[in-house]
């Protein structure tokens, strides 16, 4: 069974950069949708950024010009590069694989805090 393992988070001060990577134990190939997801304190969930088939990307408006997201397929990672970081961007962030544009997948990383402050 497939598992997805976030690395990368952690303390920043405001105008930082991280970049959260998420490991597959297996090839990624068969996923259409991977997303990173995020969940800030007394917040819903959003989506952050989502990469489909044919390289297409979606940013959440927040987060565009600042957040990329990619893939590298020999390694089985999905990554989130996140530069001039903002308070605001604090929170859990997930990655997860098999989704839509509307709704997650299944198989979700064990999440990985983002802090974000002076």
């Known amino acids: 069974q497939a598992q997805l393992v976030e690395s990368g988070g952690g303390l920043v001060q405001p105008g930082g950069s991280l970049r959260l990577s998420c490991a597959n134990s297996?090839?990624?190939?068969?996923?259409?949708?991977m997303a990173w997801y995020r969940q800030a304190a007394g917040k819903q969930r959003e989506m952050v950024a989502r990469?489909?088939?044919?390289?297409?990307?979606y940013y959440l408006d927040s987060v565009k010009g600042r957040f990329t997201i990619s893939r590298d397929y020999s390694k089985k990672t999905l990554y989130l590069q996140m530069d001039n970081l903002k308070p605001e961007d604090s929170a859990v962030y997930y990655c997860?694989?098999?989704?839509?544009?509307?709704?997650?997948?299944?198989?979700w990383g064990q999440g990985s805090l983002v802090t974000v402050s002076s």
């Open positions: 997860n694989f098999g989704g839509t544009y509307a709704s997650p997948g299944s198989l």
């Open positions: 990469i489909s088939s044919g390289d297409y990307t």
């Open positions: 297996e090839s990624i190939r068969r996923y259409n949708n």
